[in-house]
């Protein structure tokens, strides 16, 4: 029972804006990272769903296996972070839930409906500064990805492009070329032309890392600012434990290459103000020994419960 409780507590969690204070504050599950037959039925559906998929690259040289039977479910307004370390097939993963590759077994949904390529509904910042087309000034650019998805006209898609840059803080620099950007400006505008094409999912790729330290925790900032604003439904993946704690409000654990769920957290409580706190090392520390030291072995489950739980 206490296995459907704690769980309940994640999922509960995960589906209000900013979960309850009170919920469990890290919850961990082995593999079926989320399984509905142990929730109660009132809890509203997945927004996304990933369904036990795995992930394959065949060149002429090698054959490369990037996840295995990965599932997770992802609900309205989450913050959902992949974290794990390098190779273990994170970006595979986003690529693939954008609709860029397509798993060698397994499936993802949105909204229940298979995903089987790319789509406006799920629009990808990545890690790289060179996402902007040069020749195109920071408004013509975001216009042209809101005119290329075809549901805007010449003027509204204008109107929409100026709202996000505005949001962004970039209301300055409508005009401005990419080459005379910093790093983090770039990415301001790869994100405000994300969240201009009003995506059912923003998928993140590791979009900090390239910064600073400084810059990159600026951009964290703004990119809760923004996710306070908007609500918008995050896939975000990091490396960053710190990261991960900080932006997400629920995080999968994945295990080293290829990647296989090693375990979900519910982090909500933490923020940008949490870093350094007793609770926010102590958390640090637990995702750090569950993703290099510890291996965690199945345990005899009761009845019902499709995988193995355990509290930090
Ligand atoms: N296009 C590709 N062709 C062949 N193998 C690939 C390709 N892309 C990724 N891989 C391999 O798949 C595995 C997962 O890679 P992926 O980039 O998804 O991992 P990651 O967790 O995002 O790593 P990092 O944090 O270092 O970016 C790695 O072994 C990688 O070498």
């Not at 549901?151 to 209301?171: F, I, P």
């Not at 059912?200 to 590791?206: G, K, P, S, T, Y």
């Amino acid at each position: 029972m206490a296995h459907v409780l704690k769980n309940t507590a994640l999922r509960l969690a995960s589906v209000t804006p900013e979960p309850a204070r009170n919920a469990t504050p890290v919850v961990a599950a082995q593999n079926h990272g989320s399984d509905s037959a142990t929730f109660p039925a009132q809890l509203p559906p997945a927004l996304f769903r990933a369904e036990r998929v795995s992930l394959r690259y065949e060149t002429d040289d090698a054959v490369v296996q990037a996840t295995r039977d990965v599932s997770f479910s992802i609900y309205q307004g989450d913050r959902f972070i992949l974290l794990g370390p390098s190779g273990c097939g994170k970006s595979s993963l986003l690529k693939a839930a954008a609709g860029f590759i397509t798993p060698q077994s397994g499936s993802f949904t949105l909204n229940g409906k298979a995903i089987s390529g790319p789509g406006p509904d799920r629009v990808v910042v990545f890690q790289e500064f060179d996402q902007l087309a040069p020749w195109k000034t920071v408004l013509q650019n975001v216009v042209f990805a809101l005119r290329a998805s075809r549901t805007l006209g010449k003027v509204q898609a204008k109107e929409r492009a100026e709202h996000y840059l505005h949001r962004v803080g970039l209301g300055q620099f409508l005009h401005a070329y990419p080459h005379t950007l910093s790093g983090g400006m770039k990415q301001r505008v790869a994100i405000a032309r994300a969240l201009a094409m009003e995506p059912a999912v923003l998928l993140m790729d590791e979009p900090f890392a390239a910064l600073d330290a400084l810059t990159r925790r600026k951009m964290q900032e703004e990119l809760l600012q923004l996710w306070d604003e908007t609500r918008v439904t995050l896939m975000f993946v990091t490396h960053s434990i710190e990261e991960a704690l900080v932006v997400g409000n629920r995080i999968l654990l994945l295990s080293p290459h290829p990647g296989r769920v090693r375990a979900e957290l519910n982090s909500h409580e933490f923020g940008m103000d949490s870093a350094g706190s007793d609770a926010f090392q102590a958390a640090t520390q637990r995702i750090h020994h569950l993703l290099f030291e510890e291996q965690i072995e199945p345990q005899p489950l009761p009845p019902r419960v499709a995988s193995h739980h355990e509290s930090v």
